[in-house]
């Protein structure tokens, strides 16, 4: 009887760790998406907006894969016609001081967040994935999300 109970003890603290293991890393795709769009929208006040050009900050927080889009996109002939991480053409000042992180679905390494940005009136609300990246959480797609 006793080894059958220690082998449920032990199988039991195994789903424990794996459940904690599990919402650990979704909080770090929350955290470092909360980081980005703070760092972000406060080089954008500052109107020192990070470049996408090689060796950039950006890399961070954003994926390769998108990063070449970014650039690519960036040096067409069309150009962009707005700000890719905000998903639009200019801020709100309230967008810098409500920042709201809420996470909607992970899998090992996908995530996907609703980032809140501003407040009342002047909420705005956009989708972002991130995906695990050597290791470490990094942006590869935002759009504007239809509902808040």
């Not at 059958?4 to 424990?16: D, E, F, K, Y």
């Not at 700000?83 to 995530?111: C, G, H, M, N």
Request: net charge neutral; aromatic share 10%.
């Amino acid at each position: 009887m006793r080894p059958v109970a220690v082998a449920l003890l032990r199988l039991s603290l195994i789903w424990m760790l794996v459940g904690s293991c599990s919402s650990v890393a979704f909080a770090d795709a929350k955290g470092q998406v909360a980081e980005f769009y703070g760092w972000y929208l406060g080089r954008i006040a500052a109107d020192d907006p990070p470049s996408l050009s090689e060796g950039t900050d950006l890399k961070r927080y954003v994926s390769s894969a998108r990063l070449r889009k970014l650039n690519r996109q960036f040096n067409s002939p069309d150009g962009m016609d707005n700000d890719y991480f905000i998903q639009a053409q200019d801020y709100l000042d309230s967008w810098i001081k409500y920042i709201a992180v809420i996470p909607i679905s992970e899998s090992a390494k996908r995530a996907q967040l609703r980032v809140q940005l501003g407040e009342g009136d002047e909420l705005y609300t956009l989708r972002v994935i991130a995906v695990k990246e050597g290791g470490e959480w990094k942006i590869d797609m935002v759009s504007v999300s239809r509902s808040p």
